[in-house]
């Protein structure tokens, strides 16, 4: 009888200890060689976010999602309204279609009226302050 006791602590004894010793085998160092192109369309992308920002004026978002149908909604919105400047942001994981350029809130909402006609789910984006 003892002997049926020993046989299994035996075996979960040299289990556990080969688990133990596979799992300090992550200690190594990785060294990873990053292409220069990388960095600088990084910094390209840095730069053309800094460039559009919601923070200093009202604008209209139009669409929210992917990019072909963002690229499409864009040319049908200067088609429809000349007169407003449109832009595409990527946001993760969405590609958003903004237009107008608004320095007053009523004017804002005044062309938001004109662009629901033919964008229901366009919506007013407030300056950040």
Same mark, same amino acid.
């Given at each position: 009888?003892?002997?049926?006791?020993?046989?299994?602590?035996?075996?979960? !004894?040299?289990?556990?200890?080969?688990?133990?010793?596979?799992?300090?085998?992550?200690?190594?160092?990785?060294?990873?060689?990053?292409?220069? @192109?990388?960095?600088?369309?990084?910094?390209?992308?840095?730069?053309?976010?800094?460039?559009?920002?919601? !923070?200093?004026?009202?604008?209209?978002?139009?669409?929210?999602?992917?990019?072909?149908?963002?690229?499409?909604?864009?040319?049908?919105?200067?088609?429809?309204?000349?007169?407003?400047?449109?832009?595409?942001?990527?946001?993760?994981?969405?590609?958003?279609?903004?237009?107008?350029?608004?320095?007053?809130?009523?004017?804002?909402?005044?062309?938001?009226?004109?662009?629901?006609? @033919?964008?229901?789910?366009?919506?007013?984006? @407030?300056?950040?302050?």
């Amino acid at each position: 009888m003892r002997i049926k006791t020993i046989k299994p602590f035996v075996y979960y !004894s040299f289990i556990l200890s080969i688990l133990s010793t596979n799992s300090q085998a992550q200690d190594r160092n990785i060294t990873i060689t990053q292409d220069a @192109k990388f960095e600088q369309l990084l910094n390209e992308k840095r730069k053309t976010n800094a460039s559009i920002s919601v !923070s200093e004026r009202y604008k209209i978002q139009v669409f929210s999602g992917d990019s072909d149908k963002a690229k499409k909604i864009l040319n049908d919105c200067k088609q429809d309204f000349e007169d407003l400047d449109g832009t595409i942001v990527f946001n993760t994981p969405n590609y958003k279609v903004w237009v107008g350029n608004f320095r007053t809130r009523i004017e804002a909402e005044r062309n938001l009226i004109g662009i629901r006609t @033919k964008y229901e789910n366009a919506y007013l984006l @407030k300056p950040a302050k």
